[in-house]
């Protein structure tokens, strides 16, 4: 089976453009979080999605936005880049009921 | 701050021997806890967990313990091979905050030929 994928792997960015960052959670998995990791850094809570519904918010501006789909897929959202953004945004999904997330190899964004 | 922290940032370890790798939380409301490696340029892949109702659990060659009086988890990897060199991350979770995992900074564990 497949495990979570997001796409694109890599990107690029110039300050105060918007970037849109997919997820596709492990096949029956109906959760999907958002996690930002910047270098050298443990990852840190963004937004949990569940039956497309948001249900929890880490402490990130309102820049970041969310949503999750029919297919429980999901995107992530980002205005107005600032050089502070660019980081590997990883996407972890679970299964409803069970607490273990697993995770996508992530997308690294670059902002100059 | 984050109240998830690891003690020591680099643990090398020779090859065959066993690893431990120590992890201090600091709310004494998580219930879940859980261990993750993370490999350069990849994203965290899950080892073990384990709730609060329990002390320790074990997988195939990872043992985590869980003391929750002073707070504190540790991994343990039987016989390490060069192949669990990576970056560990233990993570909690705050009891009622979905899935919310908090992590800690890091250690990482080289294991030397």
């Known amino acids: 089976d497949a495990g979570v994928t997001q796409s694109p792997t890599h990107l690029i960015k110039t300050r105060g453009q918007h970037v849109t960052l997919r997820c596709s959670p492990i096949?029956?998995?109906?959760?999907v979080s958002w996690y930002q990791q910047v270098l050298g850094q443990g990852p840190q809570f963004i937004f949990q999605y569940y039956e497309k519904e948001e249900r929890g918010r880490g402490n990130f501006p309102d820049r970041f936005s969310a949503r999750q789909f029919p297919n429980y897929s999901s995107e992530l959202n980002v205005n107005a880049l600032l050089l502070g953004d660019s980081a590997l945004y990883l996407c972890?999904?679970?299964?409803?009921?069970?607490?273990?997330?697993?995770f996508g190899p992530g997308t690294r964004l670059l902002v100059l | 701050g984050e109240s998830v922290g690891l003690h020591l940032p680099t643990l090398s370890v020779q090859e065959g021997d066993n690893s431990i790798i120590n992890c201090a939380y600091s709310n004494s409301a998580s219930d879940y806890f859980i261990w993750y490696k993370q490999e350069s340029g990849k994203g965290p892949q899950f080892i073990i967990d384990?709730?609060?109702?329990?002390d320790k659990r074990q997988g195939q060659r990872v043992t985590v313990l869980l003391n929750k009086t002073v707070k504190h988890l540790s991994l343990q990897i039987a016989a390490t091979q060069p192949g669990d060199s990576a970056v560990y991350f233990c993570?909690?979770?705050?009891?009622?905050?979905?899935?919310?995992?908090?992590f800690g900074s890091g250690t990482q564990l080289t294991v030397l030929p």
């Open positions: 993570a909690e979770r705050f009891s009622g905050s979905a899935r919310q995992l908090t």
């Open positions: 972890a999904s679970s299964f409803a009921g069970q607490e273990t997330q697993y």
């Open positions: 384990i709730r609060s109702n329990m």
């Open positions: 096949s029956g998995h109906k959760s």
